[in-house]
T-cell receptor, first 113, second 114 residues
Framework: SQQGEEDPQALSIQEGENATMNCSYKTSINNLQWYRQNSGRGLVHLILIRSNEREKHSGRLRVTLDTSKKSSSLLITASRAADTASYFCAPTANNTNAGKSTFGDGTTLTVKP | ETGVTQSPTHLIKTRGQQVTLRCSSQSGHNTVSWYQQALGQGPQFIFQYYREEENGRGNFPPRFSGLQFPNYSSELNVNALELDDSALYLC?????????????FGAGSRLTVL
């Protein structure tokens, strides 16, 4: 099945610091997506990286992908209190299975002002 | 362009009852996926609907069923409610066939079963 496992479970940092969270998966993928969830709300898509890409940037976000290790990392630079949320990864095996991911329990990030 | 809307936002049911949750997909999307998220856990895939048919199912019993309508909106029905069905139910729409299949989530329906 398509499932990502995020690590660490919880991360607490001061505003202005960088936050790094990791994702591991087991199947071959077409792409991997990162989502964010504010408490009790729906998930919001952050960034997508394709299997033939190794690194991607979007604003303060940097995502890396190592398909040989079946892992990805999400780096948030210069964190803000508003970045406090849970972060989930969604590895997608192919277009047929897109949207059928079961998410891991996420990384809960707390950014202290 | 509107996003994904879900209704109701909150509801309380008792064990054994039935519930219907509704989802309007984002304009232009043709696929709807449903997820169950228990407190403190990640969303678990229930099933997906594409072209008004079930297109994949997670590890959920048959009392979880759904529909997709010609306008791509969808319903999730749960019969014989159990206490463990208490959760946030999330709907996500996407456009199958574009390659990326980024999910657009609604804000969820929080179900409490007493």
């Amino acid at each position: 099945s398509q499932q990502g496992e995020e690590d660490p479970q919880a991360l607490s940092i001061q505003e202005g610091e960088n936050a790094t969270m990791n994702c591991s998966y087991k199947t071959s993928i077409n792409n991997l997506q990162w989502y964010r969830q504010n408490s009790g709300r729906g998930l919001v898509h952050l960034i997508l990286i394709r299997s033939n890409e190794r690194e991607k940037h979007s604003g303060r976000l940097r995502v890396t992908l190592d398909t040989s290790k079946k892992s990805s990392s999400l780096l948030i630079t210069a964190s803000r209190a508003a970045d406090t949320a849970s972060y989930f990864c969604a590895p997608t095996a192919n277009n047929t299975n897109a949207g059928k991911s079961t998410f891991g329990d996420g990384t809960t990030l707390t950014v202290k002002p | 362009e509107t996003g994904v809307t879900q209704s109701p936002t909150h509801l309380i049911k008792t064990r054994g009852q039935q519930v219907t949750l509704r989802c309007s997909s984002q304009s232009g999307h043709n696929t709807v996926s449903w997820y169950q998220q228990a407190l403190g856990q990640g969303p678990q895939f229930i099933f997906q609907y594409y072209r008004e048919e079930e297109n994949g199912r997670g590890n959920f019993p048959p009392r979880f069923s759904g529909l997709q309508f010609p306008n791509y909106s969808s319903e999730l029905n749960v019969n014989a409610l159990e206490l463990d069905d208490s959760a946030l139910y999330l709907c996500a729409s996407s456009l199958k066939g574009t390659g990326a299949n980024v999910l657009t989530f609604g804000a969820g329906s929080r179900l409490t079963v007493l």
